[in-house]
């Protein structure tokens, strides 16, 4: 069943409609209307949300979120919805994502439980389950009991999220998430405004997460033209550098898709280069680069003390895992993350 009432992200209004609670553009919808997501709609004077629907299942590896410090080489069930609040013309899932907000997004969802995505996830023997794929926040309500549920069987709770979030609906995720990957598309309000959001949110929903104990990585695509020049990318690594310099930092090429024109058809590997040594240069310990493959990546975690490589990867399969109880095994320097004992 899709879209049944639920009011707790939810204000009512006296006369008809309400506010919508679930992200930081805290639309207020007129009856019979949906919010900016063009997915939560009031009917009846009641919130209607997505629930017990997925458009994207899948057992996917940790480190395709990307979350390469939390249980490496493991598992995660993945699923997502429909809809976002943002509306990025770079967005490689937009036929899923922009259902409701783009007519020629014509993604579709199927019935699926709770239960049976924490069946699913214990029957893979993955460690987590993620929201991912569209945005969490269109079904935070159900983002939540999902995550619930596969808390009592025992696995952590992933989000993978533009971090647009509202206080209230962070505070309904909190109890259930472990990890967050976000992603930090560009560090000026105009891009942030072309995208649909705003940055301050985004960056305090970063220092909100990392603040309560959470392990928290950050993405960003560096698109041509968009957040890719010197002076950006610097002002993404200091505010990083200046929050935690163990935050992971994903520096992902762009491909072409969706409103974007055809050329250029990707990041130039030497901006990914330059963001990564400038990253290193601030003191970051751990960057990584995404969607490339050959000489240009940088995939492997090295132990912040002495040098050595910690965890090689290649692509997003781990090929080894040196670290013991959270620490190098060679200098007992501690890597930051979540690992097995
Ligand atoms: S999730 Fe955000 S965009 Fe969607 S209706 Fe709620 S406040 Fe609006």
Not at 39 to 67: F, H, S, Y
Not at 113 to 127: F, P, W
Not at 168 to 185: G, H, Y
């Amino acid at each position: 069943m899709t879209n049944q009432p639920e009011s707790v992200l939810f204000k009512p209004s006296p006369d008809g409609g309400g506010q919508c609670l679930a992200c930081a553009h805290y639309c207020r919808i007129p009856e019979g209307k949906t919010g900016r997501c063009g997915q939560r709609k009031v009917v009846n004077g009641e919130l209607r949300v997505p629930r017990d629907i997925v458009a994207g299942l899948a057992v996917d590896p940790m480190e395709k979120k990307p979350l390469y410090h939390f249980f490496p080489g493991e598992t995660v069930l993945s699923f997502g919805t429909l809809g976002c609040n943002f509306h990025c013309p770079f967005c490689q899932n937009w036929e899923t994502s922009q259902v409701g907000q783009d007519p020629a997004a014509l993604g579709t969802a199927r019935d699926c439980s709770a239960k049976r995505m924490v069946d699913l996830a214990v029957q893979n023997g993955s460690r987590a389950i993620a929201s991912t794929y569209n945005e969490p926040l269109i079904s935070a309500e159900w983002t939540a009991e999902v995550l619930a549920r596969g808390q009592d069987a025992g696995l952590k709770g992933c989000l993978i999220s533009n971090g647009f979030g509202s206080k209230e609906a962070w505070d309904r995720l909190n109890p259930v998430v472990d990890a967050i990957n976000i992603d930090l598309k560009c560090f000026r309000e105009e891009g942030y405004r072309r995208l649909g959001g705003r940055l301050a949110p985004v960056l305090d929903a970063i220092r909100r997460w990392h603040g309560e104990g959470k392990w928290v990585e950050l993405t960003t695509l560096v698109v041509p033209g968009f957040n890719d020049s010197d002076e950006e990318l610097e002002q993404i690594i200091d505010f990083i550098a200046g929050l935690d310099v163990n935050i992971p930092w994903h520096v992902s090429a762009y491909f072409s898709a969706y409103r974007m024109p055809a050329e250029p058809r990707a990041t130039p590997p030497e901006r990914l280069q330059t963001a990564v040594a400038r990253a290193r240069q601030a003191g970051l310990r751990f960057v990584y680069t995404g969607n490339v493959s050959g000489t240009d990546t940088h995939d492997d975690t090295f132990c912040p003390g002495c040098g050595v490589v910690m965890i090689s990867r290649r692509g997003y399969t781990v090929r080894s895992n040196a670290v013991k109880r959270g620490r190098c095994p060679h200098c007992n320097s501690k890597i930051a993350g979540r690992f097995d004992d």
